[in-house]
């Protein structure tokens, strides 16, 4: 968080308290989503289906991926993270190829290279567009439509942007691909 000076009409200076941290942005006016996100359910890369209300009462790392990416290294970090916060976090990756079509694999391909290259053992949604368009992850969706989840219109600007629910399902922070889940932003959101 930082503070921003601001002149009133009258000449007075008034601090505004920003969530925008360069890469990041976090969610503080209290608004709760109006479309519960433990209503929806992620279809996993080997097809079975998991409800999200099973992790009531955990925080959830939902985040785009891609397996051709500068950002892929990023796997090893995110699999620290998930090992680290087991009891109370749940990281879910969803491969996509919308930028720079750095996904072309199948399912199966995915699953093997997260496995075999970084250890992945947080689960893998089915490959699937996460940008706005009539195709797009109900997840996606519902993470960047602020009519769904509360605040946040932003959708992932590039592979590996993550998103962070907190225990109760409200979506409390976007964090932009730059931003290394082992990140000093990262850890703060998390206690």
Known sequence: MIFKLRNNRNGAITYILSCTLFVSDCHENNAQPTQPLYDLKVTLNNGDSLSLSSFKGKKIMLVNTASDCGFTPQYNDLEALYKKYKEKLVVIGFPANDFGEQEKGTDEKIAEFCKVNFGVTFPLAKKSTVIKSANQNIIFK??????????????????????????????????????????????????
């Open 142 to 191: 519902w993470l960047s439509d602020k009519t769904m989840n509360g605040w946040n219109n932003q959708q992932p600007k590039w592979n590996f942007s993550k998103y962070l629910i907190n225990e109760q399902g409200v979506l409390t922070n976007y964090f932009d691909s730059s931003v290394s889940p082992d990140s000093e932003e990262i850890e703060k959101a998390l206690q």
